[in-house]
């Protein structure tokens, strides 16, 4: 059984990018499971807190989630054309300390999907964590992308996805992705 950890970056209760990621979780290939992490509980990021208090339980346990998981799924808003401070935030404190970056990033699949209400559905903040995943040394699965634009008519006021062309680009995106999982 392969294992994906999914982050949203939106804090919002009825998020497109959650509803997206619940959606993922549905539509998941046989002997794939995929877990819904959450940044909710990540404070904002602060060396003194480091240095004083060590890295925050809500931080390790996303770290530890990684680290177990074949597979990263990240489904990114996009806030003034790049990454939302709490999404980049919370990847921040997760690779904290940079001695213990490796074993939760290096070498890891990760993948990129996201959402917006406008038209271009979050196309630069998916090119804005490239740099980021880049400096990680993850292993980026670039075989499909998913941009869904015009979210509000695609999930409905909760924020499920009701959308069946999506949700048929997001089930292949998603068999694509774990079939690499396993190799
Ligand atoms: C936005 N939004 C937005 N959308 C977009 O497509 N490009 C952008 O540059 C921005 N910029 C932006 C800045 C700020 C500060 C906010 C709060 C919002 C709109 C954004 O896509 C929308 O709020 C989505 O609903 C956010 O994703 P969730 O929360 O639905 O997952």
Do not use: C
Not at 74 to 99: C, H, M, Q
Request: hydrophobic letters at 45%; proline letters at 5%.
């Amino acid at each position: 059984m392969s294992r994906i950890i999914a982050l949203s970056g939106s804090l919002r209760r009825h998020s497109y990018n959650s509803g997206l990621l619940r959606a993922a979780r549905q539509l998941m290939p046989d002997g794939v499971a995929l877990e819904i992490g959450t940044i909710a509980d990540v404070p904002l990021y602060n060396g003194d807190i480091e240095e004083e208090e060590g890295i925050p339980a809500a931080v390790t346990r996303l770290k530890d989630a990684i680290a177990d998981a074949d597979g990263l799924l990240l489904s990114t808003p996009e806030y003034n054309n790049s990454i939302p401070g709490v999404f980049k935030n919370a990847i921040d404190w997760i690779s904290r300390p940079p001695a213990d970056s490796a074993r939760v990033f290096r070498g890891k699949r990760v993948a990129i999907i996201g959402a917006s209400p406008g038209g271009f559905g979050t196309v630069l903040a998916q090119n804005a964590w490239l740099p980021v995943l880049r400096t990680l040394g993850v292993e980026l699965w670039n075989g499909r992308r998913l941009m869904v634009s015009e979210a509000g008519q695609i999930f409905d006021a909760e924020g499920n996805l009701v959308n069946e062309s999506i949700r048929n680009h997001l089930k292949a995106f998603l068999e694509e992705f774990a079939a690499v999982l396993g190799e």
